[in-house]
């Protein structure tokens, strides 16, 4: 042991080495008066702190506004037509009196100190008191607007307040989403009233299940409640659909910066002036996800309700925080308003080439849509839902929403490089020291996820709007392994995998090899389709004749064996396979029928193992492979029963023809 440890004299204390004492630090020149020559430069403008911390901030220079009279708004005006629209969503429908709505963070500190709302100081800000008198103590309350806040400002309140977020290594937020990490179809409701009555799909196999108009206003009544009781909400007004004549006005009242950031990078994006006449919205959501629903209620099942209401233009979110329940609410809300209007409306990811080829990806939940419609020698349109109308194909968001597991630089380089600040990064477990992602790591679910603005991706087409297209391209992921890696479809094989909606994901990781399970979900979005499938079915027939597309089924799944022997088929490969639909270069090739499905599939890809084209040829259980194959030719059959009395738009020959489009054994 060395004196150097400060501890040599045994007393168990510190002491210092003995010495001369330590000379005083003089500064050369200005020896004299005694001022430190650091202190002579420049000093700021502030005589106290909180003034050097007033001048931090700058504001927002403001536009100039014209009303409808031609007369420009004063700040101050436009502030009062912003609060009373705010206040007026969040009233209750049963008392006369609510909250005073107040913009601002009610932690911010007023140049005088305080907290409470500059009201009752007499300064300048914002309010909507709705009510005359105090009626009640929750008219007492001031609720704090927090009013499209941009992603910093999000970032800061969720890292104040909402346990679980935290700055990753690549700039990205990282939230938690709470105990629900997906999102709950059966807990969807969706009001059953006069008009919904006759125009929605309601019984066996609908994702509609029913309550009443009573019902909602219970639960909305809960929700508002519930906002209303907390200091401070976060409201967005944006857009959705990037076809200027279908655009929908959407409001989000949140409790959370998680849900307000999510929805700012999934929405349309307003620009200033659009906000400014932004007006009422056409629909809004009311997310009360921290907050159950009464199990006293009537039809509530579970702790979880997620209502919708057309007539009333609302949707009401309890007992779950999975921000996918808002973007795919919203899609829902598409799905019976465009097709109003003859648009078709697709859960499909959409990307165009350099020549202005638009291709269509249809599919089910962690199929390839997102993997698939983001091609770096492509434009992207969008990921997940779009418009078909007469002129083309519209994106309806304004963001993508990428599956992280196992994420990987080298496979995805966009959307690696997508994440970064700004992106909300939902349920992903993070060295806690150098908050760097491990995408690989499943602790808290399988389905992480990144939700980006899309112009994160480097060749994001915008505005996200192109052509009709000329490929459309079904994917499914077969954890069977019978499906071929990819098979030129008829337009009635299309129309058939289109109805069917097909994929079979493997049941869970745990516990070595498990059965896959089959899932047939029409239109591929059956969880979000309002009207009966073969209303999409007989609009996706029509605009794909009449445009002369392609249908293509990929299998994005498993090759050479099912789950468990085989493996799933390489991204590369699948790459290449789509590369060859988009060049034309697969439309001629030389193809071979299949037995069972009788797609028509080719005998060779450049780039790609031809043996591995014919699923047969990557089985060595030549006898598995035929009974896997009956066994999922007969899940088809038997799906597919529930459609077979059904009409298929007005031509009674296109319904014949899709009914025999199956497999036949
Ligand atoms: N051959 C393959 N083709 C496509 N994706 C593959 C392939 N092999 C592995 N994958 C992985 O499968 C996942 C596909 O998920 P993706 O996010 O594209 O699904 P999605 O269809 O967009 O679903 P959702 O509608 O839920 O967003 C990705 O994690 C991707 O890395
Ligand atoms: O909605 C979600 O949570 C994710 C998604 O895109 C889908 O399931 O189709
Ligand atoms: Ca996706
Ligand atoms: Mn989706």
């Known amino acids: ?387 078909w109308t007469e002129t083309g194909v519209s994106n309806i968001e304004g963001g993508c929403y990428a599956k992280c597991v196992d994420l990987s630089r080298e496979k995805e380089p966009d959307i690696w490089n997508a994440i970064k600040f700004g992106t909300v990064l939902e349920n992903v477990v993070f060295d806690e020291h150098t908050r760097e992602v491990d995408y690989s790591d499943k602790s808290v679910t399988e389905n992480t996820r990144a939700a980006y603005p899309i112009e994160f991706i480097p060749n994001a087409k915008i505005p996200c709007v192109g052509p009709h297209p000329k490929n459309v391209i079904l994917l499914a992921c077969d954890a069977f392994g019978v499906l071929p890696p990819v098979s030129k479809l008829n337009l009635a094989q299309t129309m058939y995998h289109f109805i069917s909606g097909y994929t079979a994901l493997v049941a869970g990781t745990e516990d070595g090899i498990k059965e896959p399970t089959g899932t047939f979900s029409a239109c591929f979005g059956a969880a979000f389709i309002m009207l009966h499938p073969t209303k999409y079915a007989a609009m996706l027939a029509e605009k794909m004749k009449r445009q002369g597309a392609t249908g293509w089924l990929v299998n994005t799944g498993w090759s050479g064996g099912s789950y468990g022997v085989g493996n799933r088929i390489k991204l590369a490969y699948t790459r290449k396979i789509i590369d060859a639909i988009h060049s034309g270069s697969l439309l001629e090739a030389n193809y071979k029928k299949t037995d069972i499905f009788g797609f028509e599939i080719p005998t060779e890809i450049e780039g790609i193992p031809s043996e591995i084209l014919d699923p047969v040829n990557s089985w060595s259980d030549k006898k598995a492979h035929k009974e896997t194959l009956l066994k999922l030719g007969g899940l088809f059959k038997k799906n597919f029963e529930t459609f077979a009395n059904q009409k298929i738009g007005v031509d009674g020959k296109l319904t014949e023809e899709i009914l025999a489009a199956g497999p036949i054994f």
Not at 2 to 24: E, L, Q, R, T, V
Not at 169 to 183: D, E, H, I, W
Not at 216 to 232: G, H, I, M
């Open 1 to 387: 042991m060395s004196a150097g440890n400060g501890n040599a004299n045994g007393d168990g204390g510190f002491s210092f080495p003995k010495g001369p004492a330590i000379p005083k630090i003089t500064t050369g020149a200005k020896r004299d008066n005694d001022i430190c020559q650091d202190d002579s430069g420049p000093t700021v403008k502030a005589t106290t702190l909180d003034e050097l911390h007033s001048l931090q901030k700058k504001r927002s220079a403001p536009t100039t506004p014209i009303n409808q009279s031609g007369t420009a708004f004063s700040e101050e005006e436009r502030q009062k037509i912003q609060l009373q629209s705010i206040s007026a969503s969040l009233a209750s429908l049963t008392r006369e009196s609510g909250p005073k709505v107040v913009r601002g963070d009610p932690a911010e500190k007023k140049a005088d100190g305080s907290t409470t709302p500059a009201y009752a100081h007499g300064q300048h800000q914002s309010i909507f008191s709705p009510a005359l008198g105090a009626v009640s103590d929750s008219s007492l309350k001031f609720t704090h607007v927090l009013y499209n806040l941009s992603p910093a400002e999000l970032y800061e309140q969720a890292i104040k307040d909402e346990k679980g977020s935290f700055i990753t290594s690549n700039g990205a937020l990282a939230t938690l989403s709470g105990a629900k990490t997906g999102r709950a179809p059966r807990d969807k409701r969706v009001v059953r009233d006069a008009t919904t009555e006759d125009e929605l799909w309601w019984g066996k196999g609908s994702p509609n299940i029913e309550m009443d108009e009573h019902t909602f206003t219970v639960n909305r009544e809960r929700a508002v409640d519930y906002l209303n009781s907390l200091e401070k909400v976060f409201v967005n007004d944006q857009f959705l659909n990037w076809d200027p004549e279908n655009r929908i006005k959407v409001r989000i009242v949140s409790a959370r910066a998680y849900h307000s950031l999510f929805m700012h990078n999934m929405c349309i994006r307003p620009t200033p002036e659009e906000l400014e006449s932004f007006g009422t919205p056409d629909f809004t959501i009311y997310n009360a996800g921290q907050f159950p629903c009464n199990r006293y209620t009537h039809y509530m099942t579970s702790s979880t309700s997620v209502d919708l209401n057309l007539s009333r233009r609302e949707l009401v979110i309890l007992g779950t925080q999975y921000a996918g329940e808002m973007k795919k609410g919203l899609f829902s809300v598409m799905h019976y308003l465009m097709p109003k209007r003859r648009i078709l409306s697709l859960h499909s990811g959409c990307n165009m080439g350099k020549d202005g080829d638009v291709a269509l990806f249809f599919g089910l939940s962690g199929t390839g849509k997102t993997t698939l419609s983001t091609d770096h020698n492509r434009y992207l349109i969008g990921d997940d839902e779009h418009c």
